[in-house]
């Protein structure tokens, strides 16, 4: 399999230096070009075809909100991930509506950078657990305002899948849906990071899911969790 094509947009030096570093450990992951603002992404896509780009928003000259939207534009293929500090509803909003295919903080673990990219070059979109959780309890508080919600039921297709989790895999699945990280799950069920995450694999091969935002609602929906 062809190697993925990284482009890296971010004003911090110190932060594309850093990504490089990460993807020099990946032989499917290959880092071709790099901008310091949206106007240089947008400049540079014009002779590149990356197939990922990974987005700062908060940049000088054109934020990553406008550099989005043009480039989905220019090349409606190139699959475009916000790379961010900022954890509000509004960026966040802003950056989907501008055509991203995911949305990751600059505190995420290299995993869940890496899973990122994996999903939506599989045709998927990606959130952290946190945003993925917002848009649920958006969703969901907008149908108990218009009166809609009913208490939740387990249908009988979501407990066959709860009940082929074992009990580690039920705790880490919570956790994940919960918004936390590997590593703080690891603490929180004293084993290993790599431990955690071959659970996190184990879970999604079992309940045939491809997002943490499937994870999510399948969370709430089988009661792993509430809202």
Not at 115 to 133: C, D, N, Q, R, W
Not at 194 to 201: D, F, I, L, M
Not at 220 to 225: D, N, R, W, Y
């Amino acid at each position: 399999m062809e190697a993925i094509q990284l482009m890296l947009v971010d004003d911090h030096d110190v932060i594309r230096q850093g990504m490089k570093s990460l993807f020099d450990g990946f032989e499917n992951l290959h880092v071709i070009a790099e901008a310091q603002n949206g106007k240089d992404a947008v400049d540079r896509i014009k002779d590149i075809h990356p197939d990922v780009i990974l987005m700062d928003i908060t940049m000088p000259e054109m934020d990553g909100i406008e550099a989005t939207r043009l480039i989905n534009i220019s090349q409606p293929d190139c699959k475009i991930i916000a790379l961010t500090v900022h954890e509000d509803s509004q960026f966040f909003q802003q950056m989907m509506i501008a055509g991203a295919s995911g949305y990751v903080t600059k505190r995420s673990l290299a995993d869940e950078v890496i899973l990122a990219i994996e999903t939506v070059m599989k045709g998927g979109v990606y959130l952290s657990p946190h945003f993925a959780k917002m848009l649920l309890t958006e969703f969901l508080n907008c149908k108990q305002h218009h009166g809609k919600t009913s208490p939740p039921v387990i249908d009988e297709i979501t407990q066959q899948k709860f009940e082929l989790l074992s009990k580690r895999e039920k705790q880490v699945a919570a956790f994940v849906a919960e918004g936390l990280r590997s590593q703080a799950i690891g603490e929180q069920l004293g084993i290993s990071t790599p431990t955690v995450s071959r659970h996190r694999a184990r879970i999604m091969d079992k309940l045939n899911l491809e997002t943490t935002a499937d994870l999510v609602r399948f969370a709430i929906k089988s009661g792993l969790i509430s809202i």
